[in-house]
């Protein structure tokens, strides 16, 4: 069992970037594939990206990619999300999750076992 505790969100102008972080108990990081999702008020949860075990493959929401990058150290048992050239409908609670299992499509919220207790972000016009 792992636990995930996110930071690193707040309150940012338009264009501005943020650095969220995902920090994971137990000594197991490195055997999970590790993701973001986000859920904006009164909309449900959507994925935002994921990353492979060993970092070498990340997958990424459309309308993130080109803004958004995710990476891990592993020496860390961290997971992050960088956030550049944020707009207003970034807005949302940002949550961080892990699987042990590969799949070819890490978007359905079925497929990921643990969840963080979500980190707000922010981002006025």
Excluded: H
Excluded at 89 to 95: C, H, I, K, Q
Aim: glycine share 10%.
């Amino acid at each position: 069992q792992v636990q995930l505790v996110e930071s690193g969100g707040g309150l940012v102008q338009a264009g501005a970037s943020l650095r969220l972080s995902c920090a994971a108990s137990g000594r197991t990081f490195s055997s999970y594939r590790m993701g973001w999702f986000r859920q904006a008020p009164g909309k449900e949860r959507e994925f935002v990206a994921a990353i492979t075990r060993s970092g070498s493959t990340t997958y990424y929401a459309d309308s993130v990619k080109g803004r958004f990058i995710i990476s891990r150290d592993n020496a860390k048992n961290t997971v992050y999300l960088q956030l550049n050239s944020l707009k207003p409908e970034d807005t949302a609670v940002y949550y961080c999750a892990a699987t042990g299992t590969s799949y070819s499509d890490y978007s359905p919220l079925s497929r990921w076992s643990y969840w963080g207790q979500g980190t707000q972000v922010t981002v006025s016009s």
